[in-house]
């Protein structure tokens, strides 16, 4: 099973638009979603409606829950509490009604997803101790699980449960090992700290490799 992992697509369509195209090369057998889908780009009912044609299974982000006005934009800079303003005023009843239906935490192809942390979708994952934390809970509260999915940082990262933060190699793979972990993707939509390309992830669940 190849599961290709997207994240932080953030209303724009160019983006999104490069990784549909790399996933025909990747062969993928499926994809999911790890919200903000909206949110600082110009394009939020274009993304929203690729996620829905291909019903990817999706979480809802804080961006996605602070348009539909589930969360208060105080803790978003002024550029983000601008967007999102104008994604208020543009978001078409369709779009609405898909955000509307996002859990903040669901599984999919046997791994859980989550945006920011289990509990927080506002909440960022960095630290080793927060990832041993949440992989602790995968045993008890979804079973069978040992890889979680998260995003929000909008920087690429893997954790495993013994808290060693994982390096992938210079082709950006990286074995996993027999250990729960957890990874992040990067953004689609907003790169930060890198060159500004969209990124995702191909996680091959048989094989326990990460390519990012």
């Given amino acids: 099973m190849r599961l290709a992992v997207v994240s932080d697509i953030h209303a724009n369509l160019p983006a999104l638009e490069a990784v549909i195209a790399d996933l025909e090369r990747q062969a993928v057998d499926g994809v999911v979603v790890l919200g903000d889908l909206v949110g600082y780009g110009a394009w939020p009912n274009e993304c929203i409606d690729a996620v829905r044609s291909r019903a990817w299974p999706c979480v809802a982000g804080n961006h996605d829950l602070i348009a539909l006005g589930r969360l208060s934009d105080v803790r978003c800079i002024p550029m983000a509490r601008r967007t999102l303003d104008w994604t208020r005023q543009v978001l078409t009843a369709e779009s609405v009604a898909l955000l509307s239906e996002l859990p903040l935490v669901t599984t999919a192809h046997g791994v859980v997803l989550a945006h920011g942390t ?13 990832a041993m934390s949440a992989l602790s809970r995968l045993e008890t509260e979804w079973a069978g699980a040992d ?7 909008h920087r690429p990262w893997a954790c495993s449960a013994d808290g060693r933060v994982l390096t992938p190699g210079e082709d950006g793979s990286l074995e996993l090992g027999v250990l729960p972990v957890v990874l992040n993707p990067g953004a689609v939509g907003q790169v930060r ?6 990124r995702y992830l191909v996680l091959d669940l048989s094989q326990r490799r ?3």
Avoid: N
Avoid at 118 to 130: F, G, K, V
Avoid at 193 to 198: E, Q, Y
């Fill in 210 to 212: 990460a390519t990012f």
């Fill in 147 to 153: 890889v979680l999915l998260v995003g929000h940082t």
């Fill in 118 to 130: 289990l509990d927080d979708p506002q909440e960022y994952m960095t630290t080793s101790a927060q």
């Fill in 193 to 198: 700290g890198g060159a500004p390309r969209a």
